[in-house]
């Protein structure tokens, strides 16, 4: 089993940034890929993010390309999505996810989910 928490979200003004955390806790997190997924109101659950296992290999949505980066650290069991120069677009629920070896930008490909953590931008 495992257990997944995120973290860091809030309100913050268009072009502003935040750190968004998922520390994980049970089993090996560095035996997972991960992933950010993100749900606005009225909407689908969406691919964010993904990282290999292993960090080697990233892949990004187009709505973030550029904008937003993540990361993980194997030693302290935490995925990270840094995200810069926000839209109020962005406003939504953010969902790590793991699952796999390489990331994939399905959502069914993954085994284990956190409870969100909300990020709302005004313009």
């Known amino acids: 089993q495992v257990q997944l928490v995120e973290s860091g979200g809030g309100s913050v003004q268009a072009g502003g940034s935040l750190r968004l955390s998922c520390a994980a806790s049970?089993?090996?997190?560095?035996?997972?890929?991960m992933g950010w997924f993100r749900q606005a109101p009225g909407k689908e659950r969406v691919f964010v993010a993904a990282?290999?296992?292993?960090?080697?290999?990233?892949v990004y949505a187009d709505s973030v390309k550029g904008r937003c980066t993540i990361s993980r650290d194997n030693a302290e069991d935490t995925l990270y999505l840094q995200m810069n120069s926000l839209k109020p677009e962005d406003t939504a629920v953010y969902y790590c996810?793991?699952?796999?070896?390489?990331?994939?930008?399905?959502?069914?490909?993954?085994?284990?989910w956190g409870q969100g953590t909300q990020v709302t931008v005004s313009s």
């Open positions: 049970g089993r090996t997190f560095s035996g997972y890929a």
């Open positions: 990282i290999s296992r292993y960090g080697t290999s990233t």
């Open positions: 996810a793991a699952g796999g070896f390489y990331g994939s930008p399905n959502r069914y490909d993954y085994n284990y």
